[in-house]
Antibody
Framework: EVQLVETGGGLIQPGGSLSLSCAAS????????MSWVRQTPEKGLEWVSI???????SYADSVRGRFTISRDNSKNTLDLQMIGLRAEDTAVYYC????????????????WGQGTVVTVSS | DIQMTQSPSSLSASVGHRITITCRAS??????LNWYQQKPGKAPKLLIY???NLQVGVPSRFSGSGSGTDFTLTIDSLQPEDFATYFC?????????FGLGTSVEI
């Protein structure tokens, strides 16, 4: 059974740093494209970043230069390091595995973790 | 970025009824359109991918159609467990973008 468990969320002051981790079980993370997606009541769902199985990455403009996505093959985890946090980064952050059979796209987001809450506030 | 516009933002329906939710993309996305269901306090769940393909385990009362910029999600014979929020998402071009959701209420 595929399982994704996010940890690392919390309350952080503006300008601070935080690292999220997603522990995967039931599959090997390096064999899949994996993303972080965040959600707020105000802005809805927002794709944040992807780590492709090919070891390349991509970021949303809103986080590029501040967030770094990485993968730890030995631990089978996907991580997101966030620096320079802003109030608008406040959200529930989900770790997501892309489904295969998506006509060449990695954007069919088939498996989601339960989410971890990041609150940026003074 | 490709903008995704869903309508309606909410709707009320009864068990057994048929409902349709529409999603419009700001530019052509072929059939790279996915639908998700989300219940309160839970993560979104992929229902339909690339316009009309049902994710494994999704009941056949759910169906999707469309191409280019206009898409629909139809639920035939609404069941109590279908009351939730539904989101569309384009997987054509990064950054993948989502609609703001349609809340289906009793």
């Amino acid at each position: 059974e595929v399982q994704l468990v996010e940890t690392g969320g919390g309350l952080i002051q503006p300008g601070g740093s935080l690292s999220l981790s997603c522990a995967a079980s039931g599959f090997i993370v390096r064999n899949y494209d994996m993303s972080w997606v965040r959600q707020t009541p105000e802005k809805g769902l927002e794709w944040v970043s992807i780590f492709y199985s090919s070891d390349t990455t991509s970021y949303a403009d809103s986080v590029r230069g501040r967030f770094t996505i990485s993968r730890d093959n030995s631990k089978n985890t996907l991580d997101l390091q966030m620096i320079g946090l802003r109030a608008e980064d406040t959200a529930v952050y989900y770790c997501v595995r892309s489904s295969r059979g998506c006509m060449g796209s990695s954007g069919c987001l088939g498996d989601w973790g339960q989410g971890t809450v990041v609150t940026v506030s003074s | 970025d490709i903008q995704m516009t869903q309508s309606p933002s909410s709707l009320s329906a009864s068990v057994g009824h048929r409902i349709t939710i529409t999603c419009r993309a700001s530019q052509s996305i072929g059939i790279y359109l996915n639908w998700y269901q989300q219940k309160p306090g839970k993560a979104p769940k992929l229902l339909i991918y690339t316009t009309f393909n049902l994710q494994v385990g999704v009941p056949s009362r759910f169906s999707g159609s469309g191409s280019g910029t206009d898409f629909t999600l139809t639920i035939d014979s609404l069941q109590p467990e279908d009351f939730a929020t539904y989101f569309c998402q384009q997987s054509h071009t990064l950054p993948w973008t989502f609609g703001l959701g349609t809340s289906v209420e009793i």
